[in-house]
């Protein structure tokens, strides 16, 4: 068999809608399960980055479709199993205290042959035949015990998308899973440029308010709130928009001020010299009476009385 090379593998990976979670981003998941886990699960754990990031002592469970990635996974306390996630799930009956997964990105699935699975029933309805975005998701909250966390990295889309999606979604806010939904900004992977988001689950919540987080930008959002803007889970629609106030230097500000002032004043007095040689009459009655304002204005000289003669900006016959 021909030996895959990294730069193949991730190829294969993005034509698939698969990602490389580099361990910032996984330390970044981790930062949101809020309880100290004795189990954590991810069901498309690729070579086990999203469990790394987690205590030796926690025991690591995980599936994952290629069973090549599968056998570079090296992790104290793991168990692992390849195969298809949606199709032979390999941890049937069991719950996890902490569920992490970062889930191929909008691949093709058969809803037809699930109908009757335990994980998916009690949705009424699945998600369309070309995403199993949501498919995860409800195969996630089936294994969460009643007291954990999970933290899923996905696709924007399915914050908001319609017709089958949509109303899957609506079921996860109406039965109050959703707990948070945090953008994540694109060039986060190292393989692609694209804008994500995490959708943090909880089971038995005390509030039915939804958190939404964009970097500095966090909002406590209430149910009536989303159901009024149609179950949209997209973080922008809730979120108040930062308008940053341009720093003005005033010193700046005068200074550019002055300089169109003298720019203009240069260009009144070419004008009117050519007036003046064009005429046959002097400029210097004219240059008189703007020396005569600018010495109101010289605090370098010694202030004087204005003598009743004084030349004015009128006074041109002077």
């Given amino acids: 068999m021909k ?19 580099p361990l910032a981003l996984a330390e970044r998941l981790k930062s949101y399960v809020d309880i100290e886990p004795k189990t954590v699960y991810d069901p498309t754990c690729g070579v086990g980055n999203l469990l790394s990031v987690f205590p030796e002592s926690v025991e ?10 599968l056998a570079l996974i090296d992790l104290p306390n793991f168990t692992g199993y390849a195969g298809d996630t949606l199709t032979e799930d390999k941890f049937e009956g069991v719950q996890f205290d902490c569920i992490v997964a970062n889930p191929p990105f909008s691949v093709k699935w058969e809803p037809d042959t699930l109908t009757n699975d335990i994980r998916f029933r009690d949705c009424p309805t699945l998600p369309p035949p070309s995403k199993a975005d949501w498919a995860f998701m409800l195969h996630i909250l089936h294994h969460l015990s009643n ?26 806010v109406e039965n109050n899973y959703v707990d948070r939904v945090v953008n994540i900004p694109g060039n986060t992977f190292e393989d692609t440029s694209i804008a994500t ?17 964009d970097g500095e930008r966090t909002e406590t959002v209430s149910y009536q709130t989303v159901e009024e803007n149609d179950f949209n889970l997209s973080a922008n629609i809730y979120l108040p928009e930062i308008i940053e106030k341009e720093e003005i230097d005033p010193s700046v500000l005068e200074n550019e001020a002055r300089r169109i002032f003298l720019e203009r004043l240069r260009k009144e007095l070419d004008f009117d010299k050519m007036v003046c ?12 009476s703007i020396r005569a304002v600018l010495r109101e204005y010289d605090t370098s000289r010694t202030t004087k009385k204005k003598d009743e ?6 006074d041109l016959g002077a």
């Fill in 60 to 69: 690591k469970y995980g599936q994952e479709l290629d069973g090549e990635q």
């Fill in 147 to 172: 007291n954990g966390v999970a933290v899923v990295l996905e696709f924007p889309g399915i914050l908001y998308r319609g017709q089958k999606e949509g109303k899957v979604r609506r079921w996860f």
């Fill in 277 to 288: 040689e064009m005429e046959g009459i002097s400029i210097q009655p004219f240059i008189n």
């Fill in 197 to 213: 988001c995490l959708v943090v689950l909880k089971k038995n919540r005390t509030t039915t308010d939804i958190i939404f987080e």
């Fill in 3 to 21: 030996q895959k090379s990294i730069k193949n593998i991730r190829q294969e990976f993005k034509d698939n809608g698969i990602f490389y979670t």
């Fill in 309 to 314: 003669n004084q030349l004015t900006l009128f």
